[in-house]
């Protein structure tokens, strides 16, 4: 059976001019390996696709998808980019919460079994004057009623254990020593 990585490494091959040998040479290994993986006598492996991705300067992870090592990626989004950038700048805590409400939006996601969903709220005894309305809440309020049930419990399970987790690392942090801590070192301590 034919993986997607044997007709790439021919295109490769013929846009490129190289022989098998030549391949071999380039990538540290045997022809008998090259000319064994391109006509489907064996299925290529992580050390044959490391040596190949590094032949064409390709990244690794590229070759071990077509070679069917790796699940193969969704297509790309337009705000995948976008998305990382916003990921590496914000503060661990943050991400550690952003990254779990990415994981409850997925279709097929499971919150653990133990996972308690938030509790009921409780309104304050005396009203609060009413904040000036965020169009931002408002779209975010928008979205949660058109949800379905699913990714509402999901959501808020996340949620949760985020939360939990979040105040158990701040609870470490107030109650170390401030050497203990890293003030001294200049990192960031993060807000309650």
Known sequence: MENALVPWLRDQLEAR???????????????????????????????????????????????????????????PVADEYEAVQILRAIPDQVRFLAMRILRALKPDSDPSPGSVLLEAYQPQPEPEPEPEPDP???????????????????????????????????????????????????AVRPRP
């Open 136 to 186: 931002y809440l408002e779209a975010l309020a928008e979205l949660w009623d058109q949800a379905p049930d699913w990714l509402k419990k999901s959501l808020a399970a996340q949620v949760r254990v985020a939360v939990e987790e979040y105040e158990a690392e701040m609870e470490k942090w107030s109650s170390a020593p401030p050497d203990e801590a890293g003030d001294d070192s200049g």
């Open 17 to 75: 001019s190289w022989t098998h040998r030549e391949l071999a040479r380039r990538a540290g290994i045997s022809q008998t390996a090259v000319s064994s993986i391109v006509s489907n006598q064996r299925n290529p492996g992580w050390d044959f696709c490391l040596a190949i991705a590094e032949a064409f300067d390709e990244p690794p992870e590229k070759l071990m998808r077509l070679a069917g090592l790796l699940p193969h990626l969704p297509p």
